[in-house]
C-alpha cells in the first residue's frame, strides 16, 4: 500500500502593499513599539487627565503660535494690538478666545489630574520625583495664566503687573529683581513678560513634560490602589487586565476631539473681554478667577498675604511625597492626610466664593 503524499503547507499570502508600507515606516520609527501592555483602569476618564492636559496644552501652544504673529508687546501698541487680532485679523477674535479657554482648561484639567493623582496616592515611591516634577509644572502654568494676563494690557493686566514689581521689590533684590523694571531698565518690562510667556515659560513647561512622560513610562502607570497590597505595602498590577497602550492614546484622542469642540463652542458663546488703555495709579479690578483664594488672603494681610499663601500652598505640595510616609494608597486608610487635604480644597474653595462679597481694598498704594 503506498502511503499518501505529503500536503505541501499553504503558501503565506503575499503582504498587501499597503502592509508593506506600514512595515517599512515602523521599521524606521518603532511606532508597533508603543503598543506595549497598561492597565485596563489608565482608560478611565479619571486616569486620562493628564493625557487630556496635554491636548489642552497642545490647543494652548498652536492658538499661542498664531496670536503671535499678530500681538505688539510695546507698551504703546499692545491693547490695540489684542483689539486690532479681535477685529481685524480673519478669525482672531476666535483664536484670541480659544487660547483664553484653553488656558482655564489646562488649569482646571491639570487640578483634577492633580487630586486623582492624590485621591490614589499615586506620589508615593517610586513616583515622588513624578509629583515634584508636576508641582513645578503647575507652578509654570500658573506664571503662564498671570504673564498672559498681563499681555492684553488693559486695566486688570496693568494692575497685574503692578503686582509683580510690588512682589519683585518685597522680595528684595535677589530674589525679586527680576520682576522690576530696573532689572533691564530701559527696555519696557512688558517685553520681558512677553519673552516669559511664550519662550521661556512654555520652553520649561515642555522639557518638563518629557521627563514627566519618561518617568511615567519608567514606573509604569500606578496599580489600582484597591488592589491588595503585601505587608510592606507594595501592590502589583500584574493581576489586572491589561489593553495595549496605543488603545489608551485613541481614548485620549477621543476626550481631545471631545474637549476641543466643547471648548470651541464656548470660544464662541463667550469671548474674553478686553479693557481699554490702563490708568496708572487706579486700583479697581478683580484678578482671574484662578487668583481669587490669594485676592482674598491679599486683602486681610495685603502684598505679604499674597506672597506667602502662594508659598504655603506649593511648599506644602512639594513636601507630600515627604511627609506622608503611610505606605497605603487606599484613601480611606490614609484618613488623615485626607482630612487635611479636604480643609486645604475647603479653605480655598471658601477664599474663592468671598471675593464678590468683599469690599474692595487697595493693595498697591
Ligand atoms: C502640563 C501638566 C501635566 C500633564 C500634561 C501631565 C501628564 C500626565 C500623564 C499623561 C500621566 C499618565 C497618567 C494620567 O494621565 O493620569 C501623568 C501621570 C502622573 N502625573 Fe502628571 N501631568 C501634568 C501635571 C501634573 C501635576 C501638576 C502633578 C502633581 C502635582 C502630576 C503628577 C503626576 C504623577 C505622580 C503621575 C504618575 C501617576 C500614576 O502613575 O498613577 N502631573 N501625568
Redesign the pocket.
Known amino acids: 500500500m503506498t502511503s499518501a503524499p505529503a500536503q505541501a503547507p499553504a503558501p503565506t499570502p503575499a503582504p498587501t502593499r499597503r502592509r508593506r508600507v506600514l512595515d517599512a515606516i515602523d521599521e524606521r520609527l518603532g511606532i508597533k513599539a508603543l503598543a506595549y501592555p497598561v492597565p485596563e483602569h ?1 482608560n478611565t476618564l ?9 491636548v489642552s ?1 497642545v490647543i494652548l501652544i498652536v492658538t499661542g503660535i498664531l496670536l503671535a504673529q499678530f500681538y505688539s508687546p510695546i507698551p504703546e501698541d499692545a491693547n490695540f494690538s489684542v483689539r486690532r487680532i479681535m477685529t481685524e485679523v480673519w478669525g482672531g477674535g476666535f483664536v484670541r478666545s480659544l487660547h483664553f479657554w484653553s488656558a482655564q482648561a ?1 488649569y482646571v484639567t ?2 483634577l ?2 487630586i ?3 485621591f ?1 496616592g ?2 508615593k515611591k517610586p ?1 515622588e520625583a ?6 513645578s ?2 507652578g509654570l ?1 500658573t506664571l503662564a495664566l498671570f504673564t498672559g494676563t498681563v499681555l492684553k494690557w488693559d486695566q486688570e493686566g496693568f494692575e497685574a503687573l503692578e503686582h509683580n514689581v510690588g512682589t519683585g521689590r518685597f522680595l528684595g533684590a535677589i530674589a525679586g529683581a527680576w520682576f522690576t523694571p530696573e532689572f533691564a531698565d530701559p527696555l519696557p518690562i512688558l517685553i520681558r513678560l512677553y519673552s516669559a510667556h511664550v519662550v521661556i515659560i512654555p520652553g520649561l ?1 515642555l522639557a518638563l ?1 518629557a521627563l ?2 519618561l ?2 513610562k519608567k ?4 496599580p489600582h490602589p484597591s488592589l491588595p497590597t503585601d505587608p510592606s505595602g507594595e501592590q502589583s498590577s500584574e493581576q489586572e487586565p491589561t489593553a495595549p497602550f496605543t488603545h489608551h492614546l485613541r481614548r ?1 484622542s477621543a476626550f481631545g476631539v471631545a474637549l476641543l469642540g466643547i471648548l470651541g463652542i464656548i470660544a464662541v458663546l463667550l469671548p474674553p473681554a478686553l479693557g481699554s488703555q490702563p490708568v496708572e495709579g487706579l486700583e479697581f479690578t478683580r484678578p482671574p478667577w484662578t487668583y481669587w483664594w490669594i485676592f482674598t488672603v491679599e486683602n486681610w494681610f495685603g502684598l505679604p498675604g499674597l506672597i506667602f499663601s502662594q508659598l504655603a500652598f506649593f511648599v506644602l ?1 512639594l513636601a507630600l511625597p515627604f511627609l506622608d510616609r503611610n505606605p497605603q494608597r487606599f484613601w480611606r486608610r490614609r484618613p488623615i492626610v485626607m482630612i487635611v487635604a479636604l480643609i486645604v480644597v475647603f479653605t480655598m474653595i471658601v477664599l474663592t466664593l468671598l471675593v464678590p462679597f468683599l469690599p474692595p481694598a487697595l493693595h498697591l498704594a
Open positions: 489608565a479619571g486616569w486620562s487627565l493628564g493625557g487630556v492636559s496635554a496644552l489646562l491639570v487640578f489630574h492633580m486623582r493623582v492624590f490614589t499615586s506620589y513616583r513624578n509629583w515634584l516634577i508636576g508641582v509644572m503647575l502654568i513647561i513634560l514627566h512622560a518617568l511615567v514606573h509604569k502607570i500606578s485620549i505640595l
